[in-house]
């Protein structure tokens, strides 16, 4: 049966070896440590003589976090296939016949499907908008 090896360099696992737990001679040519059966150990996980620990993972960047939020928005832009520019005269248009009928933006939202969608889109875009005008 086979087992993995990990193979330690400055209290960081720098390989991970699958060998024969009863090949000694490999296991004292690398050096390393036998791991458990289904141990979650790998490559960048650090070793304090003792325990095995997960890597930290550094938190993103201000421009990863840009980065991320602004596929976001590219994605739900291109998922609401109408260009904006459309999007915008249907809604004007939506709100001026209300208000020539007598009714508030907040009735026509509630009664009609479409318009609550783009308000909805475009709300979330803008929400997404302000959280990358938010990172510092």
Not at 15 to 38: E, K, M, R, S
Not at 55 to 61: C, E, G, I, N, W
Request: hydrophobic share 45%; aromatic share 6%.
């Amino acid at each position: 049966m086979e087992r993995i090896l990990a193979v330690v360099t400055n209290g960081v696992v720098s390989n991970v070896l699958v060998v024969d737990p009863n090949d000694f001679a490999t296991i004292a040519h690398f050096g390393g440590l036998l791991l458990p059966q289904g141990s979650p150990v790998g490559i960048g996980h650090v070793y304090d003589g003792t325990n095995f620990a997960a890597p930290a993972v550094a938190p993103p960047t201000p421009t990863e976090q840009r980065a991320a939020i602004q596929t976001e928005i590219d994605s739900l832009e291109r998922a609401n296939l109408m260009p904006r520019v459309t999007r915008e005269f249907l809604l004007l248009a939506a709100v001026q016949q209300a208000v020539a009928q007598g009714v508030n933006e907040s009735t026509l939202y509630a009664a009609n499907i479409g318009y609550r969608k783009v308000k909805d889109f475009d709300a979330q875009i803008m929400s997404l908008r302000s959280q990358i005008g938010a990172i510092k």
